[in-house]
């Protein structure tokens, strides 16, 4: 099945580069447009100015087109100072979240070759030591004062330029780079492996940020900007202003704070905002009685999937805010669907954004059946709500990724007849709306059954004693992968393992309830604070046979089989 959303005709789609598209924004609106940042007002032409001096620095320093600026720092208004600069020379950025450890930090600035690193004093320690000695890196640019004098600094081998120093320079005109070329290079985490550079061009940035402007951008309405400019979902946001058609007030914080953000929301009467769900959490776990939330209309979450649980509390507690889901991945600049207002559907993700194409390639097929080559290359039974075959979510737009940065393998695999294949599996209704059942590689196969992840994890958490809730599958001789669900108990909870394998059962049948349950303090989070299911498997001990006999994994397995030959 095949859904497809087309570009709306309006006069300020264009292709051109990013820098290119700043300036045209800013003879649109005047530069009147303002960020807020902890008290202090930014016209988005005094920005302009800002990068304009930065590009001009940069080039100074040394940077070329087509280089690598790597980013490191929380939300500020340097970073989108930066950005714009980068954009303005003719380079390219390199996005990076602060929390990274030092070894991931050092493989993300060695992969990318990047020239510079821009960051602050909180995290200029971290950064030296992952610089240090790489051939490529001329210098860290700091933004604010150094925490101590250079000579008291660990030894490092790199130098260390002022932000401000570069900012003080001549004004740089554009660099006007095509649209194909790369605006910025994002890496990914995947299941296995170190994280890999996602290129995408300035078209692919404009394309997003394009897509999103009518469900995200309301016309000189203010928002609230609390997610990290460094991901990729919130990089898009904060260039969603180059579509605006009128100025548009940013409130940016520098990094989510729950009664903050709730304390903003009233204070400038924002009617929608961006969120991812851990963000939903944390909102839910505050008295809201205390805030007077009537001018909020809507949330959008994206990045991970939102339980139901968490919707359902949302609608009890905030009825008149609608809580909607979006879909998107790194591959197709973080957005793939759209939520218009007046459209939603619970359970999925909306339709696809503008431009974008979607297709599900059924498990189990040939390139020639389907879009493409899938992640699981397993047949079996998949089978979302209503009935809706499951498949994996392939992709065609102009937000798709140009490739994997330096492994062309890769990038055949993953971009192919045309298509992206994105390793996540769904389903399409008849109107167009995507629903999401998880990763392809998350998959768990037993006794030849497919089991979604998301699935079990949903159950499970409908127990008044669970919190929270992550499924991974182990390896299991006789059955292929037994289902393992690591659950964290509410403070309190009285049931014991068995109560909840009980529960699964009954919730789920006797082909897909979890066979082992696992007490965790807290679900394991990635640095992007999506669910480490590879943290969750090294958790796991050596693969388990089932006992022989008539015990609860050998009739739920026999039962299983049988299950799936029927299907």
């Known amino acids: 099945m095949r859904a497809t959303q087309p570009v709306p005709a309006q006069p300020t789609r264009r292709r051109a580069s990013l820098g290119r598209l700043a300036e045209l924004s800013l003879e649109r609106t005047g530069g009147t447009g303002v960020l807020l940042f902890e008290g202090r007002h930014w016209t988005s032409a005094r920005l302009a100015e800002h990068a304009s001096r930065l590009a001009g620095g940069l080039r100074g320093a040394g940077l070329r087109p087509g280089e690598r600026v790597a980013v490191c720092m929380a939300n500020c208004p340097e970073v989108g100072i930066t950005y714009q600069a980068v954009w303005r020379a003719g380079a390219a950025v390199t996005p990076i979240l602060f929390l990274l450890s030092e070894t991931d930090l050092r493989h993300v600035l060695a992969d990318s070759v990047s020239s510079f690193v821009v960051t602050t004093p909180d995290f200029l320690d971290k950064v030296l030591a992952a610089a240090d000695g790489l051939p490529a890196l001329r210098a860290v640019v700091l933004v604010g004062d150094e925490p101590e004098p250079p000579a008291a600094r660990p030894r490092s081998r790199t130098t260390v330029l002022s932000f401000a120093e570069l900012e003080e320079g001549t004004e740089a005109g554009l660099v006007d780079v095509a649209p194909s070329e790369m605006a910025a290079l994002l890496y990914t985490g995947g299941t296995t492996g170190r994280a890999r550079g996602v290129v995408l061009s300035h078209d692919n940035v404009a394309a997003a940020a394009w897509a999103a402007r ?63 769900p851990a963000m939903v959490r944390m909102i839910l776990d505050q008295d809201l009685d205390r805030y007077d939330l009537s001018k909020l209309r809507r949330v959008i979450s994206g990045s991970a999937p939102l339980s139901p649980e968490v ?49 599900i390639r059924p498990l189990g097929a040939d390139d020639e059946e389907g879009a493409g080559t899938g992640s699981t290359g397993s047949a079996g039974t998949g089978t979302g709500t209503g009935g809706q075959r499951v498949g994996e979510i392939c992709l065609r737009g102009p937000a798709v990724m140009v490739g994997y940065w330096r492994d062309p393998e890769a990038s055949a695999l993953a971009l192919r007849d045309g298509w992206l294949h994105t390793g996540d599996l769904g389903h399409l209704d008849a109107d167009g709306f995507l629903r999401i059942a998880g990763r392809g590689k998350d998959l768990i196969i037993r006794g030849g059954f497919n089991v979604f992840p998301r699935d079990v994890e949903d159950a499970m958490r409908e127990h008044p004693d669970v919190d929270d809730c992550a499924v991974v599958g182990r390896p299991d001789r006789r059955l292929g992968e ?86």
């Not at 790194?330 to 359970?347: D, L, M, Q, Y």
């Not at 394991?524 to 999506?530: C, D, G, I, R, V």
């Not at 050596?542 to 006992?547: G, R």
Request: hydrophobic share 45%; charged share 20%.
């Open 214 to 276: 009518d469900s995200l951008l309301g016309e000189g309405s203010p928002t609230v900007l609390a997610l990290p400019v460094s991901h990729s979902y919130g990089m898009i946001v904060s260039v969603l202003d180059t579509y605006a058609e009128a100025p548009v007030l940013t409130v940016l914080m520098r990094w989510f704070e729950p009664r903050r953000f709730l304390e903003l929301l009233v204070e400038h009467g924002v009617p929608q905002v961006a969120v991812v």
């Open 482 to 567: 037994e289902i393992v669900a690591f659950v964290c108990l509410r403070p309190g909870a009285a049931s014991t393992a068995e109560d909840l394998l009980r529960f699964g059962r009954e919730r789920l049948g006797p082909a897909r309830y979890p066979r082992e349950i696992r007490p965790l303090a807290a679900i394991p989070l990635t640095s992007m604070l999506k669910v480490d299911r590879r943290a969750l498997r090294s958790l796991l001990a050596d693969p388990v046979e089932a006992p022989d006999g008539s015990g609860p994994a050998d009739v739920a397995g026999s039962a299983g089989s049988a299950e799936a030959r029927q299907k």
């Open 311 to 359: 919707v359902a509390e949302w609608s009890r507690r905030l009825p008149g805010v609608g809580l909607v889901e979006g879909y998107g991945c790194t591959e197709a600049a973080a957005i793939v669907t759209t939520v218009p207002p007046g459209r939603t559907r619970p359970g999925t993700v909306g339709v696809p954004a503008p431009g974008m194409e979607i297709r």
